[in-house]
């Protein structure tokens, strides 16, 4: 676990591990229990009744994510990553980290933590990292994005993909020469999914967010059409906005599919410091 950019969430003090390693502690005595699995809850004040995504939520996007079908987004970021040398990067809202460790795994130098709110996503992606021997430097917490426990510009980027976008606090925590990358859904993002379902489905508002603080300085847009074969379609479909919007009836269209022919559309946002 990388902890030169960690901050107790109590006192603001740095955090290091205990003598034997199992918890992180500050100067002043706060003390925060390591997890079987590797991770650390640095949860506190509002955010502590938010739980995040579900476990089911959050099993569906693995098994969909794991088939590779979002593979060129995870690519996208790498070569926005790229252009800033990154040494420390923070995902916020990392969910069950498929992206967190595909940047973990392509820069072999960088120290990479992963923070959600969700319990479930966070202990699948600190599995997964041990798993992959790289719990040395790819780290996950249960926290609020809103109130990182991270030093004031201590990290090269911040990458939020999918996710609420918590602008002034990417703000503090980013070095001034940092990068913001946001990953939205482009235009026609899943249209493929959404006229399977709706007699007149809509494609999505093109989103150009203004951040405060930020100024938007390149875009990569990535576009492809992907098949999606019978098993993956029910657990797309589980984490996109449209499933709690949709009836029973509409929902039952999806199960008669033996194949799903969409097209994946997001839009990587590079924002810099002003
Ligand atoms: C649509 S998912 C995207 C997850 C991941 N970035 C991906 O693309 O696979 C949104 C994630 O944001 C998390 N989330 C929502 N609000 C949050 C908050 N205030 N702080 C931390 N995580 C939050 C949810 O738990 C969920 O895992
Ligand atoms: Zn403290």
Redesign the pocket.
């Known amino acids: 676990m990388i902890t030169d950019i960690l901050v107790c969430p109590i006192c603001r003090n740095g955090l290091s591990f205990s003598e034997g390693g199992r918890s992180l502690v500050c100067p002043s005595g706060h003390c925060f229990d390591i997890s079987s699995s590797g991770y650390v809850n640095l949860t506190r004040g509002s ?1 502590v009744n ?1 739980s ?2 579900s476990k089911d939520m959050i099993r569906a ?1 693995r098994d969909f ?1 794991a088939a590779g079908y979002y593979l060129p987004i995870a690519n996208g970021v790498v070569e926005a990553l790229d252009a800033v040398s990154p040494s420390r990067i923070v995902d916020a ?3 069950e980290g ?2 967190t460790s595909h940047f973990a795994k392509s820069f072999p130098h960088a120290g990479v933590i992963g ?4 319990k479930p ?1 966070i202990e699948l992606a600190s599995k997964a990292a041990k798993r992959d021997g790289l719990s040395d430097r790819l780290s996950y917490s249960v ?4 109130d990182l426990p991270i030093r004031d510009r201590s990290v090269s980027a911040v990458t939020n ?4 976008c918590a602008g002034e606090e990417f703000r503090r925590v980013l070095r001034d020469d940092g990068r913001l990358i946001t990953v939205v859904a482009g235009v026609r993002h899943l249209f493929g999914l959404k006229a399977a379902i709706y007699d007149e489905p809509y494609e999505n508002e093109e989103r150009r967010d203004s951040i405060d603080g930020f100024v938007l300085d390149d875009i990569i847009e990535v576009r492809q059409t992907a098949t999606i074969s019978k098993e993956h379609i029910f657990p797309l479909f589980t ?1 996109t906005p449209y499933y709690f919007r949709t009836g029973e009836r509409d929902k039952d269209k999806l199960l008669s599919l033996d194949s799903l022919t969409t097209e994946v559309a997001a839009d990587i946002l590079i924002y810099r410091k002003v």
Do not use: K
Not at 115 to 118: A, E, H, P, R, V
Not at 143 to 146: A, H, L, S
Not at 161 to 164: D, E, R, S, T
């Open positions: 955010s938010i995040g995504d996007r994510l809202g990392c969910g498929y992206y923070f959600d709110l969700s996503g926290c609020g994005i809103f993909l999918f996710a609420p984490m």
